[in-house]
Structures are given as structure tokens and as C-alpha cells.
RNA sequence: GCUGGAGUAGCUCAGUCGGCAGAGCACGUCCUUGGUAAGGACGGGGUCACGGGUUCAAUUCCCGUCUCCAGCUCCA
């Protein structure tokens, strides 16, 4: 059976269960969703939970009735007075909306009638297994200024084992979150109160990830023909006025003046690097020029949007504008796809979603250039047999995008790579390079990044990896832990070899017992854990124990570094 | 920014229908020297988010502010 049609249908059912029970409700829209499915209402009253508990009772009852789903068709008009009269202010709003003369109304037995295309299910009792999670504010039709409604989001299976798999899933998520696990493992942490919301303190394990992430794509970068660059975090307001933020951007600017000059604390590093393009006249040979830069940027993001690591208001991005001429556009996206793809598998990534957006209303630029650019994104992702969504209107305003969302291990979509083609900021800035037969031309320029913002990558490894994080880039990559005192000598020993042989290492002797220092460096998820103890050193062994548990192994010093250097070569590209 | 819920020790949370603030973990000292997920004893730690108001008395009730959470809107 079709899933959508049952949330659907499902929806329908809640907004029959809340009218039995509040006849005075409006009812607004309720579709099928990704994940289940919701149904907005006009309440005064909020929706508590004990409310959600008899709602679900309420269609409960309903389906136990087992009462069919009846489609009739009838004219617009004769649906707008039958709507008048059970007063669904909303319902006659979409009404006046729909072009056609005849819409289809579906009634629920004799209980219950809703204006709707369908299709749904042939009856009540064909829901077996549902449950409603959650209430929060929406606007009608998702326009700010429009009322806020109620949404009640719900979600149903075609089988209870289905939907007790998935609220597993949702539980596994939560416990993921890396806004939970980032403090709790001593990542990184938001001073709230004391530093502001949105702004990201990396602790000393948060710091070494950065550094590894930042060293791999600092290497990748140069082995791919990128150029470093490094730009100032504070510009003079005019450069932003040239570029256009100080127009469009303005109210996530962080700007301030020091002796009567205004400066804006850069929210993009676009503008340094074209500065760096336009510093000589440059030559077709030179193009494509490709600027990288791992670039902190200040956005303010509206209070409300913030969200742990995933929306700040200081961030890192892996930030490059290509400058290429416009026979160059094809094999630079081609490339940057590649480059994408292989950093994600390098960070244990296998499943994108990829995503084009076109032209939207709003925006600047001839519609050839429009056409050029959307055309060479979209041959480039059709010669790399790749498949994708189009998003109709969803671009930059000043040209189209490809975004890459990576799947973490629960196959939630992570926003990070987008490739984007612009036509507009060269022709602001007036670049110009000067071509075979000596005249005077403008580069097309290209804005990408791979991880999106360092801030954002971090949380998604996280959450990916529930914190366990690959020997490569954990922090720590191996505790030692000496059972008594006495063996603290050998403990320091070992450790000098390993770290010689270039890992991270803990030694952990407080005086604990053996059992609760395993539990700590299980509970910090540290890869490797060696107990050294009276066998070990009359052996000269390490008894290593994998992360997870499961069985000690006793190795010779040199063979678990053999075999602990294959983990890091295997999954790190160094 | 909008709607709703929330803010008590470093963390996880009890509690006070208005009358001296509680536990576990973590931290400190001491005992314990332990072979693969929590050894024991004692101890320190709080402007109950912040600012007003009501009251003999406010952490508790009321108002405002900040922040977080679930979404909406927006986005790397």
C-alpha cells in the first residue's frame, strides 16, 4: 500500500478525532510528509499533551468504526457554500484558489467531510499503526504574515513493527545529538549567557578534530591546483556596497565604525578573493584561477534559526571562488563533484542527495547567462550519470546552485556542499581577463564549498558516527592504562613509542580501579584501550582492547603499531 | 522574528500548594594497588537564568528581559 496515501488518510482521521472533540476548531491543511504526515488547526487554546493522548484515543474509536472513505465530486461553488456553512474559513481560502470548476470532497462515514484531491485509503480501519508526536506553531500557507496555526505532527506505518522501528530511530537520534554529545565528550561548547548565542568555543579535543580537518583540506586543496589565500576579517563598508551585501545582506551584518570609517565584519569571503583576482591585470592563460581559503565568517542569524552546530553566528567555511573563462565552466563543476565525492568518502560519507536550483523570481543577470550556467551545472551532473532534484526558483539570486546534502548513518540529509555559478558579482566588480586576441573579457566565477562551514561538518561527523569517531580523526586515538603504579615506567615507555610512531595518545594512571578507567575511556569512545600490566612488561606486549568491548588481543609493541597505522592509512587519504 | 514548552550544583534531575535548598554522577582529601564498563569513607560546591512587582516573607505567585527546546520562516 501506498505509505503517503496512509498518513494521508491518517491526517484525516486526526482532523475528524480534534473536530469531535473541539467542534469550534478550523480546520487548515493536512498532507503527507516525508516521515509521516500533519494537519493544521485554528485553536485558541495550544494543544497540550494530555490534548494529543485523547486525540489519539479519540482516533482510535474512529478507526474501530472502520468507516469508509467516500470521494464525491461537486462544483466549486456548491463547495464554497458547504463550506460557509460549517464555517472552514481556511477551506474556502483554498477553495478560491483552485482553477478548476469541480473538486472532489472526501467524507469519512457520516461524521466527517474535508475538502481534498485524494486519494486515501477504502477505510478507517486500514490504519494499524500510528502516533501523533508533536505540536508546534505554523503559519497559514508558511507566510510570516499570515496567522500561526497549530500543526500537529503525526506519523503512521503500515505495520506496528514499522513504526516501533522508526520512534527507535528517532530515540537512536536523539541520543546522537550533537548538541548533547559535543559538551559531553569535550568537543566544543556555546557560552550561552556569558559569549552569545551562536558562537562556537572549540575545547582542546574539538580543537585537534579542526586541525585534522583543517590540515586534509588545506593538502587536498593544493593537490587539486587551489591556491591559499588569506583574507582580513574586517573590510571597509564599501567593498560590501560594490559587492551588493551592504544592500541585500544588511541585517546579517555585523558592521561598526572606528573614526567616522564604517567597517563590516565579513559574513562572506567572495569579495577578499575578488579583490586578490582584480590586484593585476590577469591573462586567459592564468584561468582557471582557483582561491581557497578555510574563511571565519560573522552572519546574524535571527535568534530563532540558531541550532547547535548546524546554524551559527561565527563560522568556518572551506570557501573557493573559481575565476574561469566561460569554455572552463563544464570541467570545473565536473571536477568540484569529484572533489566533493571523495572528501565525503574520506569522512565515511557514502550517500548524497544532490539537489539543482534554477533561476528564481528574484534575481539579476541576463536570462542567457541564466541559461549557460544552469545548463553547464545540470550536463555536468548528467555526465557524471548522477541523479538529482530539481528545486524550480530555489537559487542565489545572482545565479544557480548544485548542493550536495550529505546521509549521515540514519539517513538524515546534511546541507553541505553547494557549487554555484555567478555571473553577477565579475560584472559589479568589473574583472576582466584579457584573452588570445588581446581583448578584454569577463570571467565567469564559480562559488564553492565541500564541507560548508567546518562548524556544521563537525556536527554531522558527530552525529554520523554517534561520537565514535574513526581512528584517524579521533582525538585521542589510544589510552594507556598501567594497573598498578608500579608500571608507570613502562606506561611512559610505550607511550614515548607510540607517540614517535605519530599517534594521539592519553596515559591514564589515577589512582582508580582498572575497571572504572576502561568504563571512562569506553564512555569517551576512545578507539584503543592498552592495559599494561605485569605480563605486558615482562613481555614487552600491550594488551590492546577495541573500542565496543569484545576480546583483548595481546600484541608485541611494534605489531599493534603495524596494524593501528594500516587503520589510519586505510580511511585517511595522508 | 512568530507560536508553544522550559530554565534549580560542572552534568542528569528531584523538591518547595509562599517559611533555612536535595540526590546521583563529577570535583577535593584520605583509605584501597585493583587484569577488562562504576571499590570505600569524609568533604567543598547554589543570587533556584536576569530585572521589576505583590507579600511580614518569593526559588515558588504576577509582569518584563535573556537563553534553550519543538516547529514555522530563513540558511553554510
Known amino acids: 500500500m501506498d505509505l503517503d496515501t496512509l498518513r494521508h488518510s491518517c491526517s484525516h482521521i486526526m482532523a475528524q478525532a480534534v473536530k469531535s472533540l473541539w467542534p469550534q476548531v478550523k480546520l487548515g491543511i493536512g498532507p503527507a510528509i516525508e516521515d509521516g504526515f500533519y494537519y493544521d488547526f485554528d485553536r485558541q487554546q495550544p494543544f497540550s499533551e494530555t490534548d494529543l493522548v485523547n486525540i489519539e484515543e479519540r482516533m482510535r474509536q474512529i478507526i474501530a468504526k472502520d468507516a469508509p472513505f467516500i470521494r464525491q465530486e461537486i462544483s466549486k461553488s456548491e463547495a464554497i457554500e458547504l463550506f460557509k456553512q460549517l464555517g472552514e474559513d481556511y477551506k474556502i481560502e483554498l477553495l478560491k484558489e483552485i482553477q478548476d470548476d469541480v473538486v ?87 557560552y550561552y549567557d556569558e559569549a552569545g548565542a551562536g558562537l562556537v568555543f572549540y575545547h582542546p579535543k574539538g580543537a585537534i578534530l579542526r586541525r585534522i580537518i583543517e590540515d586534509y583540506e588545506k593538502d587536498m586543496h593544493l593537490k587539486r591546483g587551489y591556491q591559499m589565500v588569506i583574507t582580513p576579517h574586517i573590510m571597509q563598508a564599501g567593498l560590501w556596497q560594490t559587492s551588493g551585501h551592504y544592500e541585500y545582506y544588511r541585517e546579517n551584518m555585523y558592521t561598526f565604525k572606528i573614526e567616522d570609517k564604517e567597517f563590516v565584519l565579513k559574513p562572506m569571503n567572495c569579495p577578499g578573493h575578488i579583490l586578490i583576482y582584480k590586484s593585476k591585470i590577469r591573462s586567459y592563460k592564468e584561468l582557471p584561477l582557483r582561491l581557497f581559503e578555510l574563511g571565519t565568517v560573522y552572519r546574524h542569524e535571527k535568534a530563532g534559526v540558531l541550532h547547535g552546530l548546524l546554524r551559527v553566528r561565527g563560522f568556518t567555511q572551506d570557501d573557493a571562488h573559481i575565476f574561469c573563462l566561460p569554455q572552463q565552466l563544464g570541467s570545473e563543476i565536473k571536477s568540484i563533484i569529484e572533489f566533493v565525492f571523495a572528501t565525503m568518502q574520506d569522512f ?114 558527530l552525529e554520523h558516527y554517534a561520537g565514535a569517531l574513526p581512528l584517524w580523526l579521533a582525538p585521542i586515538q589510544i589510552v594507556l592504562i598501567p594497573i598498578k603504579e608500579d608500571f608507570l615506567e613502562y606506561s611512559l615507555q610505550v607511550k614515548t613509542e607510540l607517540e614517535n610512531a605519530g599517534f594521539r595518545i592519553k596515559l591514564d594512571s589515577r589512582n582508580e580501579t582498572l575497571d572504572k578507567r576502561i568504563r571512562q575511556a569506553e564512555l569517551e569512545k576512545i578507539p584503543y584501550i592498552l592495559i599494561l600490566g605485569e605480563r605486558e612488561i615482562k613481555q614487552h606486549t600491550v594488551a590492546v582492547r577495541k573500542r565496543g568491548g569484545g576480546t583483548t588481543q595481546i600484541m608485541g609493541i611494534e605489531e599493534f603499531i603495524g596494524t593501528a597505522q594500516k587503520e589510519v592509512r586505510e580511511k585517511s587519504p595522508h
Not at 109 to 117: I, K, S, T, V, Y
Open 104 to 190: 472532489s470532497i472526501y467524507k469519512t462515514g457520516e461524521d466527517f467531510l474535508d475538502l481534498c484531491r485524494g486519494p486515501h485509503v477504502e477505510s478507517t480501519g486500514k490504519i494499524k499503526a500510528f502516533k501523533l508526536l508533536s505540536v508546534a506553531g505554523a503559519y497559514w500557507h508558511g507566510i510570516e504574515t499570515n496567522p500561526m496555526l497549530q500543526r500537529i505532527y503525526g506519523t503512521c506505518f503500515a505495520t506496528q513493527e514499522e513504526l516501533d522501528a522508526y520512534l527507535k530511530n528517532l530515540q537512536e537520534a536523539k541520543s546522537r545529538d550533537h548538541r548533547k554529545l559535543g559538551p559531553q565528550l569535550e568537543y566544543f561548547d556555546i
Open 348 to 461: 565515511g560519507f557514502d550517500e548524497v542527495g544532490i539537489e539543482l536550483s534554477t533561476r528564481p523570481e528574484k534575481c539579476i543577470g541576463s536570462q542567457t547567462d541564466w541559461q549557460i550556467a544552469t545548463q553547464n551545472l545540470e550536463t555536468a551532473l548528467k555526465e557524471k550519470g548522477l541523479p538529482y532534484d530539481i528545486n524550480l526558483g530555489e537559487g542565489a539570486f545572482y545565479g544557480p546552485k548544485i548542493d550536495i546534502k550529505l546521509k549521515d548513518a540514519l539517513k538524515r540529509k546534511w546541507q553541505c556542499a553547494t557549487i554555484q555559478c555567478d555571473f553577477a558579482l565579475p560584472k559589479r566588480f568589473g574583472l576582466k581577463y584579457i584573452d588570445a586576441d588581446g581583448s578584454e573579457k569577463q570571467p565567469i566565477m564559480l562559488h564553492r564549498v565541500l564541507l560548508g562551514s567546518l562548524e556544521r561538518f563537525m556536527g554531522a561527523l
